[in-house]
């Protein structure tokens, strides 16, 4: 099993900036690939970015690149969201992911990630 929980969402003004965490605690975290997914009220969840156990792959929705940095610390346990030039239509409730991984890849699928956080709300006001 694998626990996770999120941190640093809130409310923040279009073209501010968040920062989101997720630890990691119950087995060995670099084992694992990570992603970052997240669904507005009446959507269907949707994958924001993921990174590889070693950090050194990583994959971005078309709709944050360039905004947005997904990040890990292995001797931490966890995986860091760097939001910026936040925009009013990334307000949503932003969950991370865990799926084991020990090889160089990410993973995109929802369906394809064994576990998940409880979610952290995100509010861009315009």
């Known amino acids: 099993q694998v626990q996770l929980v999120e941190s640093g969402g809130g409310l923040v003004q279009a073209g501010g900036s968040l920062r989101l965490s997720c630890a990691a605690s119950?087995?060995?975290?670099?084992?694992?690939?990570m992603g970052w997914f997240r669904q507005a009220p009446g959507e269907e969840r949707k994958f924001v970015t993921a990174?590889?156990?070693?950090?050194?792959?990583?994959h971005y929705a078309d709709s944050v690149k360039g905004r947005f940095t997904i990040s890990r610390d292995n001797a931490k346990n966890t995986v860091f969201l760097q939001m910026n030039s936040l925009k009013p239509e990334d307000t949503s409730v932003y969950y991370c992911?865990?799926?084991?991984?020990?090889?160089?890849?990410?993973?995109?699928?929802?369906?394809?990630?064994?576990?998940w956080g409880q979610g952290t709300q995100v509010t861009v006001s315009s």
């Open positions: 992911a865990a799926t084991k991984r020990p090889w160089e890849s990410t993973v995109v699928v929802t369906s394809e990630y064994n576990y």
């Open positions: 119950g087995r060995t975290f670099s084992n694992y690939a």
């Open positions: 990174i590889s156990w070693s950090g050194g792959t990583t």
